[in-house]
């Protein structure tokens, strides 16, 4: 389960920096937002 | 509780708390570090908004089910637990075959007997014609002498009757063992009206094509067995598993 946990983890964290590098490319009720905006 | 340097938690370790798979310890910690920490709040929302736009997504066809038999366990024993298994929903499989694989291995069977047995009277039909090429035209004379004084006594009896029984001379040759020649189809197709008198095989009556006794018949019926044959092969043949795809 560890490995699976970080595997899991891993692609959140990569998809997450996906969507914040194409946000323009989202929706606005699809895209994440962060303080930094 | 392992975290970074900085002091932040760890995004495996958001992930886990998400998706509930911390201990009571860790989750205690978690809690206690978020309460105070606005950027690991945010990487939490961030994390917890990303698992909500993929599980929006339209679930593409999977090409098999995934759904692991409730027999199989890991060395740990994890992946039987119950709770793991309600979760998970089985998927029907698009391409499934529809025949069970006995009836299946049947029919292949048959068909490729049906084949061999099609190849074997297109054989034997082959091999039956090559010596009698040369004597057909030496047997046929003799043989048309009678049949014509049959014609001619005929005619004298029942003449209305005697366009339709000339034919029937090329019948009582055909019906001779010695007389088994290559003859017209519209000769034969007269064997219904006066071949019946004669102790001539009442299916070359209603389908001469498929006679055995003639090489035609065995060519017709070989080709026959031998298409069937083929095709009750390709239905019955396995088909190829689809490609697995799977989702981040």
């Known amino acids: ?13 990569r998809l997450r920096s996906y969507l914040y590098k194409y946000r323009e490319l989202l929706p606005r009720g699809y895209r994440l937002s962060n303080d930094r905006e | ?43 939490l929302a961030d994390l917890r908004q990303t698992s909500v736009l993929l599980r929006a ?67 034997s039909g082959l091999l039956v014609s090559l010596p009698r090429a040369g004597s057909t035209t030496a047997g046929s004379a003799p043989v048309a002498a009678p049949s014509s004084s049959n014609t001619a006594t005929r005619g004298v009896a029942q003449t209305p009757q005697a366009r339709a029984q000339t034919p029937t001379a090329n019948t009582a040759n055909d019906n001779h063992p ?21 102790t001539g095989n009442p299916v070359n009556t209603l389908l001469p094509l498929l006679d055995p006794s003639t090489i035609e018949g065995r060519m017709v019926i070989g080709v026959l067995l031998l298409i069937l044959g083929i095709l009750g092969v390709i239905f019955t043949r396995r088909r190829q598993v689809g490609r697995t795809s799977g989702r981040p």
Do not use: N
């Not at chain 2, 900085?6 to 958001?14: A, D, I, N, W, Y």
């Not at chain 2, 409730?70 to 998927?91: C, D, H, K, N, W």
């Not at chain 2, 010695?178 to 004669?198: I, N």
């Open chain 2, 1 to 43: 509780m392992a975290q970074q340097r900085s002091g932040h938690l760890t995004t495996e370790q958001l992930s886990a708390l998400l998706d509930k798979q911390l201990s009571p310890q860790e989750w205690a910690v978690c809690q206690a570090h978020l309460r105070a920490c606005q950027q690991c709040q945010g990487v």
């Open chain 2, 57 to 123: 997504l339209p679930q593409p066809e999977l090409p098999r089910s995934f759904v692991l038999p409730a027999t199989i366990t890991s060395p740990a024993g994890q992946i039987s637990r119950p709770e793991v298994r309600a979760t998970v929903t089985p998927i029907t499989r698009g391409r499934r075959s529809a025949w069970p694989t006995y009836l299946r291995v049947s029919t292949r069977f048959i068909s490729t007997i049906a084949a061999a047995l099609g190849i074997i009277f297109i054989l």
């Open chain 1, 1 to 13: 389960m560890g490995t699976v946990r970080s595997r899991i983890a891993r692609g959140r964290a």
């Open chain 2, 178 to 198: 010695k007389t088994q020649l290559p003859t017209p189809v519209g000769t034969a197709t007269d064997h219904s009206f006066s071949d019946t008198a004669h």
